[in-house]
């Protein structure tokens, strides 16, 4: 007997929405899971080869134009479970945010979570790209991972089983990140909340509240992309409604009405003047999804 599935499914859908930059055009289906079995079954109907996407909140990806031929698995309502596992663990679901996570370990007395406050995505995403903020890294604050692989079994592994770097992680073999448990070990000290301080600090530098992925380029090593950026002129600068943010350069913001391939244009145009004047090549650290074949 087939399992019944019990998530949304729709075709033809439009990404828009689901990602900060607000660009992007058709994924071929998108499927929002009840919960993890639910998942498992929706990925046994699916033909082997099929291009899957994992997507949280989608705060550092871009998507093309047109229309992308892949299933997006959207994890942030179906996968979205965060209990303390005793005093100073927590299991986190790949599409809780890491805001929550942030202030569910201050909740729990302790401040060295606090810096998945500046990080906009969920856990999922943070996990596949090692995201940081603030001086802190996520996977400095994990213990052990689970994955689902292709062929939909879970594997749990011990967080020393991954090969971690900046903003880059490789994975044993093939899966998906579905939850991970966490330990904080530094105590809050007495007085205000180490959230707020953090926030208004990332809010004085940053253009919070408009439509943008974040940072779009990893820091070479002993420099900032930002610094390079604004050294070579380019704040400001714009393509369709595409343009570099005038707080913080390693910043692009959609104005309007940018296009994927306006943000695309923008990145290569900062890569190719920041390598002629300053002799460093900026790597993307924003996930770029493209059309294959």
């Not at 479970?81 to 909740?107: F, M, N, P, W």
């Not at 890294?137 to 292709?150: Q, R």
Request: charged share 15%.
């Amino acid at each position: 007997m087939a399992t019944q599935i019990r998530g949304k499914i729709a075709y033809q859908y439009s990404i828009k929405k689901h990602n900060s930059w607000r660009v992007g055009g058709m994924v071929k289906c998108c499927f929002w899971p009840a919960d993890l079995a639910d998942l498992q079954g929706f990925l046994a109907t699916l033909p082997t080869h099929e291009r899957i996407i994992f997507l949280g909140l989608g705060s550092n990806v871009l998507f093309p134009d047109g229309l992308l031929d892949a299933t997006v698995i959207i994890t942030v309502k179906g996968l979205s479970t965060i209990r303390a596992v005793d005093d100073h663990r927590l299991y986190v679901e790949s599409g809780v945010s890491c805001a929550k996570v942030a202030k569910k370990s201050v909740q729990m007395g302790f401040a060295d979570g606090a810096f998945f406050s500046g990080i906009p995505g969920s856990i999922g995403g943070a996990l596949r790209m090692n995201a940081g903020a603030f001086g802190g890294e996520t996977w400095a604050a994990v213990e052990s991972i689970s994955i689902l692989s292709p062929s939909g079994v879970i594997k749990t592994l011990p967080a020393d089983a991954v090969q971690v770097q900046y903003r880059h992680i490789e994975l044993p073999e093939p899966g998906w990140f579905v939850s991970a448990q966490l330990a904080f070990q530094t105590p809050a000290l007495p007085g205000p909340d180490p959230i707020s301080s953090l926030l208004k600090k990332r809010n004085n530098a940053q253009p919070i509240g408009s439509f943008s992925c974040g940072s779009v380029f990893k820091n070479p090593l002993g420099q900032f992309a930002a610094a390079l950026i604004d050294q070579c002129g380019l704040k400001g600068l714009r393509i369709g409604d595409a343009v570099v943010s005038l707080k913080h350069a390693n910043f692009i913001l959609n104005e309007g009405a940018a296009t994927a391939a306006d943000v695309s244009a923008l990145m290569s145009h900062i890569q190719r003047v920041v390598s002629e004047q300053c002799a460093v090549w900026l790597e993307p650290e924003v996930k770029i999804y493209q059309h294959e074949g």
